[in-house]
């Protein structure tokens, strides 16, 4: 694997985390309280498995199916080298009910769930792998009808079914802020997110901690309003080479 690109992928990431690091202290929070998840989407393994030798330990890919392609090539790597690279995926994209069964067990997090149905089948896979899923309630607070998510008035439906199911464990909310001209007009939205997570804290408890919002242009007013899962793959890995 390339040296240059290694160097470039570890520089980038070097000034990422101190902006965040940065952004944090100003808003008054601890930086540790802020993870970054590396998202994958559109570049190769091989710019997952420089990222994570230089520190990196979170990726996060949109589609199952480039998911499941990334993990194949890894299970193919020579065991020693597999053994070098410990590092977490989480799904970060919509994900269809007929596709849960490719990704229970093998993320660390789910991110975008976006339906009731969704919530069940999650259940139901994750009982038949005796396994327990966390996952993030997608919130649709702008009410954009080209995204995913619930409403603000169906959030308290979904809670109660995620309490009320085994083996699958509700950690926070998950948000995408519209594409504004200004960025600082997102805030609004990851405030809203915000407070919904704080009003429902109570009746789901206190792991019910995570604020999933903020990308590459709007990541700053993300932190400013509690966020505490980040998701940044351009300014990490470059200009995407679609495929």
């Not at 998911?67 to 690279?85: A, R, S």
């Not at 590092?87 to 229970?104: A, E, Y």
């Amino acid at each position: 694997m390339s040296n240059t690109r290694k160097n470039e992928i570890a520089e980038n990431l070097k000034e990422l985390l101190h902006e965040i690091e940065e952004y944090a202290i100003k808003a008054n929070r601890d930086p540790k309280e802020i993870e970054l998840i590396c998202v994958s989407k559109n570049y190769p393994l091989t710019d997952v498995l420089l990222a994570n030798e230089v520190g990196a330990t979170e990726f996060g890919e949109n589609r199952v199916q480039e998911f499941e392609q990334k993990q194949f090539e890894f299970y193919g790597l020579p065991e020693g080298l597999k053994k070098d690279h410990q590092f977490n995926w989480h799904l970060i994209g919509t994900l269809q009910r007929n596709k849960v069964k490719d990704v229970v067990a093998q993320v660390k997090l789910i991110h975008s769930v976006d339906s009731e149905r969704l919530i069940k089948q999650i259940a139901r896979v994750s009982k038949r792998y005796s396994v327990t899923t966390e996952f993030l309630l997608q919130m649709n607070i702008a009410q954009e009808e080209t995204k995913h998510g619930f409403s603000i008035q169906d959030i308290e439906s979904a809670i109660d079914l995620s309490l009320r199911l085994d083996n699958i464990k509700l950690r926070g909310l998950m948000t995408m802020a519209p594409h504004y001209q200004d960025a600082s007009k997102t805030e609004v939205i990851f405030a809203k997110t915000r407070e919904l997570l704080n009003k429902h804290k109570p009746t789901v408890g206190a792991e019910f901690n995570q604020l999933s919002m903020g990308m590459s242009n709007d990541y700053p007013y993300a932190i400013a309003q509690g966020a505490t899962l980040i998701r940044i793959g351009t300014r990490i890995f470059g200009e995407r080479n679609y495929r």
